[in-house]
């Protein structure tokens, strides 16, 4: 399996010129860029909020980075330290050197960045394929997770028509007169349409060649194995999954978990809907801040 990087040199600059200019636009302040060593290369992570606690830890989607959270810095940051993570494999500043090749590298991977600095407790929140590794991690790494907030987790349906539909769609909106956009976000379901500072982050990725595994569904015994505390939130208009069959199905193998279904929102729920995402984490987060289950 080959490794995830950009076709050129010219593609590579030309994406850090857009992703650059996106943190000085996008981002609270300065960012506090720190380079982790790993097994799979080095990992771009930025920290910040408070100095002290229990950090939550961001895990983008697939195809995006840790601009995806800057809506969410402020509100996290009042109460708790934060790591923004750009996965390793994908269009951002982590530089990967070894394939990934599943769930248990992923989950590797994950835990020797919340080693390298030095997190024994965290909460993480994962969007879509962020959800899928964090999954991962608690079924082959667990102790380290206080709590996971999975944001329409990949993992409980293979993507189909309906999902590369909804993907294309949301790329061709972009491409729309800004005025439209707006009627256009609301009828795809698609909220980072109306961002256009990380629209314009898409064609720039479009050179980086991702070697990434599928996020393949979970079987009934994975998700037996998670015992962490944790808030799924599925979008009532995802593209991805049905979502009242995953709540169903979470109920039987999770019965533990707190399940929300998410009316109007779509896959892009973190984008969709920011402020009602950032009230359901610190909320679920301010219960759960504690020691990792045993």
């Given at each position: 399996?080959?490794i995830?990087?950009?076709?050129?040199?010219?593609?590579?600059?030309?994406?850090?010129?857009?992703?650059?200019?996106?943190?000085?636009?996008?981002?609270?302040?300065?960012?506090?860029?720190?380079?982790?060593?790993?097994?799979?290369?080095?990992?771009?992570?930025?920290?910040?909020?408070?100095?002290?606690?229990s950090?939550?830890?961001?895990?983008?989607?697939?195809?995006?980075?840790?601009?995806?959270?800057?809506?969410?810095?402020?509100?996290?940051?009042?109460?708790?330290?934060?790591?923004?993570?750009?996965?390793?494999?994908e269009?951002?500043?982590?530089?990967?050197?070894?394939?990934?090749?599943?769930?248990?590298?992923?989950?590797?991977w994950?835990?020797?960045?919340?080693?390298?600095?030095?997190?024994?407790?965290?909460?993480?929140?994962?969007?879509?394929?962020?959800?899928?590794?964090?999954?991962?991690?608690e079924?082959?790494?667990?102790?380290?997770?206080?709590?996971?907030?999975?944001?329409?987790?990949?993992?409980?349906?293979?993507?189909?028509?309906?999902?590369?539909?909804?993907?294309?769609?949301?790329?061709?909106?972009?491409?729309?007169?800004?005025?439209?956009?707006?009627?256009?976000?609301?009828?795809?379901?698609?909220?980072?349409?109306?961002?256009?500072?990380?629209?314009?982050?898409?064609?720039?990725?479009?050179?980086?060649?991702?070697?990434?595994?599928?996020?393949?569904?979970?079987?009934?015994?994975?998700l037996?194995?998670?015992?962490?505390?944790?808030?799924?939130?599925?979008?009532?208009?995802?593209?991805?999954?049905?979502?009242?069959?995953?709540?169903?199905r979470?109920?039987?193998?999770?019965?533990?978990?707190?399940?929300?279904?998410?009316?109007?929102?779509?896959?892009?729920?973190?984008?969709?809907?920011?402020?009602?995402?950032?009230?359901?984490?610190?909320?679920f987060?301010?219960?759960?801040?504690?020691?990792?289950?045993?």
């Open positions: 399996m080959k995830g990087e950009f076709t050129n040199d010219a593609a590579r600059a030309r994406f850090f010129d857009v992703y650059t200019s996106a943190f000085e636009r996008l981002w609270p302040g300065p960012p506090a860029a720190v380079d982790v060593p790993t097994t799979f290369g080095r990992t771009r992570v930025y920290r910040a909020g408070r100095a002290r606690g950090p939550v830890v961001l895990l983008p989607g697939a195809g995006g980075n840790a601009l995806m959270w800057h809506r969410y810095i402020r509100p996290l940051g009042e109460s708790h330290p934060l790591i923004a993570v750009d996965t390793i494999g269009a951002g500043a982590s530089v990967q050197r070894a394939p990934v090749r599943d769930g248990r590298d992923g989950a590797l994950l835990d020797e960045v919340l080693a390298a600095l030095e997190v024994a407790c965290a909460h993480v929140v994962g969007c879509s394929y962020g959800g899928w590794l964090a999954v991962n991690h079924i082959y790494r667990p102790g380290r997770i206080a709590t996971l907030v999975l944001l329409d987790p990949a993992g409980f349906a293979l993507p189909g028509p309906r999902f590369y539909a909804w993907a294309v769609a949301g790329g061709l909106a972009g491409l729309a007169p800004r005025a439209m956009r707006p009627r256009l976000a609301r009828l795809v379901a698609n909220g980072t349409i109306l961002e256009p500072e990380i629209m314009r982050l898409i064609p720039a990725a479009a050179r980086y060649r991702r070697r990434l595994p599928d996020a393949l569904v979970f079987s009934d015994d994975d037996r194995a998670v015992r962490t505390r944790s808030l799924f939130l599925l979008a009532g208009r995802s593209a991805l999954h049905r979502s009242r069959r995953v709540a169903e979470l109920a039987g193998v999770l019965p533990g978990a707190q399940v929300e279904i998410v009316p109007g929102a779509g896959h892009a729920l973190p984008m969709d809907l920011p402020d009602l995402v950032a009230e359901r984490v610190l909320r987060v301010a219960a759960g801040d504690g020691p990792p289950a045993g």
